[in-house]
């Protein structure tokens, strides 16, 4: 469905946009097994869409490059999971709804689709309800859904920490020129975090004062993502990717999340354009898409 057409349809809509991990910086691991972690985290100007409508019974549908995929793993999906949780939070209020997924993103990507969809239900439902839950409860119900559901609420530039529940705004960080590269293969996130060699690394420092782009560029480029070494090995193109971004002019590249995304921060947009057009001509069969990053100030 076309942006205006989803808009037409559906009363409220939200976008679901994608998560990129500018630093993921493995610190510990906490005795239930999940780790702990320091993650500088942006969002870009690309991702899923969903629409909200009243209806007379619950109903699910999806669209997008990625629909059928979604579909395929039997639509057990966060935002199933995120609308049941809000409503048995606020109980009589919460009528049926028509639930739309526009699935624009590639599954299990490290990008954080099912995450901000989960969070773009809860903002949706929470309009179409008509509700206005205070944010603390709103964050606890998004960390039941997930370690980087909170974050994605928020889905501005932001340092989390512990699990990811622990978010602190970087209203400093500009946007950001980008290129996302995915060879679609899908990596499961358990997996990767199980072949980490070391669990202790380096706390993510950031001077303070950072400013303009490209003492930010610097910062992060001193940074690391501690989950691409284990993540290479389940999927050997990463490093291909990152030399074919860098081949193209990227200036700093990384993997985001547990991977297998990563992306390349260019000089300008119409850099990012360019590399993008030549990738996807190189390798037609990716997930290649030029995206600005919000910046901290939107
Ligand atoms: O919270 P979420 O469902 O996204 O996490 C998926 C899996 O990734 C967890 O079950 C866990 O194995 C791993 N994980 C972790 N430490 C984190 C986040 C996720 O070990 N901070």
Redesign the pocket.
Known sequence: MPEEGLADAFGVTEEARAKINLALHVTGQRAD?????DMLVTFADCGDRLGFLPAQADAFTLSGPFGETLAGDGGANLVLRARDLLRETVGALAFPVHIHLQKNLPIASGIGGG?ADAAATLRGLMRLWGMDLPVETLASLALKL???VPMCLESRPLIARG??ERIEAVPELPAFAMVLANPLKGVS??EV?RRLAAKNNPALHLAPGLSGTSGWLTAIGSARNDLEAPARELVQEIAVISQMLQAHGALITRMSGSGATCFGIFTSMAAAHEAASALHGERPDWYVQATETVSGGM
């Open positions: 097994g999940y780790h702990l972690l995450s997930g370690a980087d699990i990811g996130t358990p975090f």
